[in-house]
């Protein structure tokens, strides 16, 4: 796990144990797959929830209620960048950068995002801890280009007046835009 965006140690949890309820749900996760193994990626998405990212105790305690070694844990969970392995913003913003959104302008939807909210070069947090902006590979949504994911929910066709719209919508509470209004234009519908 090691270090944090500025090199320096990332925070640990310190000891940590899954609750009555957790384990109810662990169960229900392990129930759902012909081994134990397979239910990694929803036990670390319970684990992240629960404690915010995944520290090298969350990694550690994981390892046990898997039975696998933490390295292992560690491998499938540095591999998914939807698993925060540092302290986060409350909103993490990952925005593909690779070629279809680069040719529909990645590159001014994250300068415009560095600059509305101030973003450090060196973490990607903003000052208020409120945001995280991460460059990411392909999200699979090229389409729809340029776009972003915010924790789950994928935002597209991406312009400076949507993204102000969303970021007014997180700091304020207000609902947010419909994430993906346009999907019905690419329903597949039966031709006879």
Known sequence: MGSHSKGVPAPDHGPVDWSAEDKV???EIFQRYPERRAGLLPVLWLAQQKWGWLSESVIRRVGLTMGLPPSDVLAVASFYTMFKKEPTGRYVLQV??????????ADQIVSYLEGKLQIDPHTGHSPDGMFKLERVECLASCGSAPMMQVDEH????????????ILDGFKSGRP??????EADQWT???VS
């Open 25 to 27: 749900k662990i169960e």
């Open 96 to 105: 593909c950068h690779t070629l279809s959104c680069a040719l529909r302008g």
């Open 154 to 165: 994928f935002y597209e066709l991406l312009t400076p007046q949507k993204i102000d719209e």
């Open 176 to 181: 947010l835009p419909t994430p993906r209004p």
């Open 188 to 190: 597949w519908n039966r």
